[in-house]
C-alpha cells in the first residue's frame, strides 16, 4: 500500500469508489481509496437503487438527472456496465400533497427532465395493475428505472485503477492527521498514509470518522427494510417502479418475476442494527402493496435485508470542504436516496477538490455550513426520502 498519496478517501461505497474515477479523470490518479471490509459492503451494497428524478429540490434533481445520463450511457461514459433498467417511474400522493406534486414537476420541466402529471385513465395504459383511489395524485417519469450499485461501484473502482488509483480493501481508517489547522494524512491498522487532503465517504460511520477531529456532524443511522417477493406474472406480468408515498412505500422490479419493497424508518445502532426483516412489518407491508396492485395478493415472500439511511437533519447530503481543517472533505448524509445521484457527487466533489468549486452542478446548497445557518432545504412531503 502507498505510504503517501495526493489524496485519500475513506470508504469504498459508491461515493468513494465514482469520486476516485472523476478525480483520476482531472489527472489526479496518485490516490488511495482505504476500505475497511469490501468494496459495496456498506450501505450500497444494500440499496434499492431506484434512480428517479422527483425532488423538491433542483440541486437534487439537477444531480439525479445528470447522473441517469451516465447510468443509460454508462460503458461509454465511463466504461463497464451499470446494470440500468428503464422501467418508468410514477409517484403516486395523496390528496394533501397534489399541490406539492404539482410544483416539484413543474420545476423538473424547467430543469429539461423527463416527466409530466398523468390521470388515472392514462394511467391505466401506462401501469394497468396499478390501482389509484380517488383524488390521488400521479406523475410519471417515462426514463427513470434501476441500476446495479455493486456493478457500478465495481465499474467505477476498475476505471479508478486503470488510471493509477490505489484500493486498499480490509483496512480501516482508525484517525485522521491534522497539524496546525491542515490534514497531514490518515491513520490506518497498515500504518500511516501522508496526504494533504482526505474525503470522509464512509457511509453511516463517517460520523465516527469526523468525531476523531473533533467535528461533529448531525448524522442518524436509520434502519430501512427490503423485501423482495416473487410476483404472480399472469396476474402481474409487469409494473413500473414506484415511489407510493401515499403508502410510505417504494417498490419495483427486479429482472423478471420478482418485485423489490423497501419501507421502514426507524433509528438504529451502526453496529449492532437487526440487518434482516422482520416479519411482522413485511405481512404490513404486503397488506399496502397489495391495496396498491391487487393483482399481488398470490405474491410470495423471498426474503429480504435491511440496510442503513445516514440521515441529515434535511434529508439531504453535506458535499463540502469540512470548515476549520484544511484539505479536509466530506461526501456524507445521503439519507437513503445517494445511489441515484452518485455519477454527478464523484464529478461535483473532484471538481470542488481539483478546481476549488463545483461546476458541473452548483452545489453550494448542500454545503457543511447550512445547519447553523437555518438554510436547510426543504420537502414539499413527510415522506421524507422523496425530499
Ligand atoms: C436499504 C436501502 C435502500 C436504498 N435505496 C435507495 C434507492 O432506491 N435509490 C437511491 O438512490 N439510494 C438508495 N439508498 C441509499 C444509497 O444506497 C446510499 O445513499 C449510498 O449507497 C451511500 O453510499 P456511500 O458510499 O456514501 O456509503 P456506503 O455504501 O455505506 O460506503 C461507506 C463505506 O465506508 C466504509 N468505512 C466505514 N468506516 C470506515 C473506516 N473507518 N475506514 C475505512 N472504510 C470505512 C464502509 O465499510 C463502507 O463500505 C438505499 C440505502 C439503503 C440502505
Not at 134 to 151: F, H, I, K
Not at 210 to 233: A, N, S, Y
Not at 326 to 339: I, M, N, P
Request: hydrophobic content about 45%.
Amino acid at each position: 500500500m502507498r505510504n503517501s498519496a495526493d489524496v485519500v478517501i475513506v470508504g469504498g461505497g459508491v461515493m468513494g469508489c465514482s469520486m476516485l474515477y472523476y478525480l483520476a479523470n482531472l489527472g489526479v490518479a496518485r490516490t488511495l481509496l482505504l476500505e475497511r471490509d469490501v468494496l459495496g459492503s456498506g450501505s450500497t451494497g444494500r440499496s434499492q437503487a431506484i434512480c428517479r428524478m422527483h425532488y423538491s429540490n433542483p440541486v437534487t434533481a439537477s444531480l439525479a438527472w445528470e447522473s441517469l445520463q451516465v447510468f443509460t450511457n454508462f460503458d461509454q461514459m465511463v466504461g463497464g456496465g451499470s446494470g440500468f433498467v428503464k422501467t418508468g417511474y410514477l409517484v403516486i400522493v395523496e390528496p394533501v400533497d397534489r399541490q406539492g406534486l404539482a410544483q416539484n414537476v413543474a420545476m423538473q420541466l424547467e430543469l429539461g427532465i423527463a416527466t409530466r402529471l398523468v390521470s388515472a385513465a392514462e394511467l391505466r395504459d401506462l401501469a394497468p395493475a396499478v390501482q389509484i383511489f380517488p383524488e390521488e395524485g400521479l406523475a410519471w417519469e417515462p426514463e427513470s428505472g434501476y441500476a446495479d450499485p455493486y456493478q457500478v461501484t465495481t465499474s467505477y473502482a476498475a476505471r479508478a485503477r486503470e488510471r493509477g488509483a490505489e484500493i486498499a480493501l480490509r483496512t480501516s481508517v482508525t484517525g485522521i492527521e491534522v497539524a496546525n489547522g491542515r490534514v497531514q494524512g490518515v491513520v490506518t491498522e497498515q500504518g500511516k498514509v501522508a496526504a494533504g487532503t482526505v474525503v470522509v465517504a464512509a457511509g453511516p460511520w463517517s460520523r465516527r470518522v469526523l468525531e476523531g477531529v473533533g467535528v461533529d456532524v448531525p448524522l442518524v443511522p436509520v434502519r430501512h427494510q427490503i423485501m423482495l417477493v416473487t410476483r404472480p406474472v399472469e396476474a402481474v406480468p409487469a409494473h413500473p417502479t414506484v415511489g407510493d408515498i401515499a403508502q410510505s412505500l417504494s417498490f419495483r422490479p427486479d429482472g423478471s418475476n420478482l418485485t423489490m419493497i423497501g419501507f421502514g424508518e426507524d433509528e438504529a445502532d451502526v453496529d449492532t442494527y437487526n440487518q434482516g426483516v422482520d416479519m411482522l412489518a413485511a405481512a404490513e407491508v404486503m397488506g399496502r402493496l397489495v391495496r396498491r396492485v391487487p393483482g399481488m395478493a398470490d405474491a410470495y415472500f423471498r426474503g429480504g435485508w435491511s440496510g442503513l439511511f445516514t440521515v441529515t437533519p434535511d434529508w439531504h447530503p453535506i458535499l463540502d470542504k469540512v470548515p476549520g481543517i484544511e484539505g479536509l472533505y466530506c461526501a456524507v448524509g445521503f439519507s437513503g436516496h445517494g445511489f441515484k445521484l452518485s455519477p454527478m457527487i464523484g464529478l461535483t466533489m473532484a471538481e470542488l477538490i481539483v478546481k476549488g468549486r463545483a461546476s458541473s452542478v452548483d452545489i453550494t446548497p448542500l454545503r457543511f455550513s447550512r445547519f447553523a445557518e437555518g438554510a436547510l432545504l426543504s420537502s414539499r412531503y413527510r415522506y421524507r426520502v422523496l425530499a
